[in-house]
């Protein structure tokens, strides 16, 4: 992974952003380390990256700004970091290039290398990752966020996808019967989905893949100091 | 023909049909409308007497923003008069200055006003029935029943004001007062009547609050007068030319 960190002060992001599900969800530095957890037959595992130039540079940068914490990576590879209690967000920098979690044992998720996975299979790696978003009934993509204001809070819901009728093929073979829903777009355009498994519980499925180059002039919703 | 701008405060969007006034034509005439239901079905009343300068000012809003005469309108609580206008499959709400009407309309004999009296003439005391047309501005009684808020369409700063496509403001009393004892005053008399659960209140052209609550029969809601709201415990008028 390649990681081009922003000029400090850090500019705040306005943009496309998912606030965090508990404690565990998303990417975190732990440890000292850049990782997601994943949840296995096991139990709960911290799944971390594969230690390259990127993602050290990274994990120095937020551990002398923040110790620690959650970071989002947007689709577009614009990497935000939530400050406290999520009421503001920067952008830290932007990433390219391959990135490879390393789980127990001999489980590895290459997010460049998953053609071996097909849409509607299982999800091999963390479900809690990426920016939330709901796929429509034609395959588009929107996502809605909000900012805390002085008045209150403003949302925006934007159209962040077009119409994509194989990404909803996708969506279809991971939750049979419907044509709209949740769905998570991770690092490299992945898009995921929690699917009910015959026991009820959830599970993340695959979808399929949208290219990070569609997500274009997502530079109006950076605001420099 | 003059200029007219988009309106920089709440738009009532999603509401009942109650909620509106209208403008439509009756017996040759263009007057004043509500959507009256006691539970006896849904029926239109006209105001009684001439208001033909709020008639007019609509029509002309209407016209000169790319709708036909007639529709609905709102007059909230600063006296501002906000025209909808249908605008590629959503409405635009914009100003239609200042009006200060008293509206009355003649309902089975008797005539009905959207002041805070009763059909005796008596005024009314929080907790009693509504029984006068609905028009009115949506807010919130938040969850928990301790702030209240509206939901708005954002606009741009510059003048004239455009519409920030897909954003929404949601605007906090807590936020706009920052006084929690401001914010305790505004809310009791809605909490009063709605509880924690909070809920959508209305509040009129006379600032009169009053909120629907399930009659219990599955079939119909009454509407409860809930009080005055005090301007000094209130969201701040919008900036208007």
Known sequence: ?225 | MPEYSLYRGLWPQNVSKLAKYGVRMVNGEWKVTVHYDLGEGLMYLAVEGSETDIVDRVNQIKQACGGQSGGVFYINEYHHLIVPVAHDGTSHYFYGGRVNPDFTFEFEGALLTTKPIGRDGQPLSPGDPWIGPRPGIPYVLAAGGNDIYFETPALTDVAPPSVRAGVTRKVMLSKVLRDPALVARAVRPIWEVRGHHGGRFYVNEHGSAFTPVDRGDGNCLNYIYCGQIDPAAWFSEPPVL
């Open chain 1, 1 to 225: 992974m390649i990681f081009q960190p922003e000029a400090f002060p850090f500019p705040r992001w306005l943009g496309p952003y998912s606030p965090a599900r508990g404690n565990n969800s998303g990417f975190r530095i732990r440890g000292g380390q850049l990782g997601a957890h994943v949840v296995t037959d096991g139990g709960r595992e911290f799944w971390t990256a594969q230690q390259t130039r990127g993602v050290l540079d990274l994990v120095q940068l937020i551990k002398a700004h923040w110790q620690g914490g959650r970071i989002v990576f947007l689709p577009n590879g614009f990497v935000v970091k939530p400050l406290q209690k999520e009421t503001e967000r920067v952008l830290i920098g932007r990433v390219s290039d391959a990135l490879t979690l390393n789980g127990d044992g001999c489980h590895v998720l290459d997010f460049s290398n998953l053609r071996y996975l097909t849409p509607g299979s299982s999800w091999p790696g963390p479900g809690t990752i990426g920016l939330e978003s709901k796929i429509r009934s034609d395959g588009s993509l929107t996502s809605g966020w909000y900012r805390p204001t002085d008045y209150g809070q403003e949302e925006t819901q934007e159209v962040i996808a077009g119409s994509n009728a194989s990404l909803l093929d996708g969506f279809q073979k991971a939750r049979p019967g419907e044509n709209s829903g949740r769905v998570r777009i991770t690092v490299g355009g992945h898009v995921i989905t929690n699917g009910d498994e015959r026991d009820g519980s959830l599970q993340p499925h695959y979808v399929g893949r949208v290219a990070p180059s569609i997500f274009r002039n997502w530079e109006r919703w950076i605001e420099g100091r």
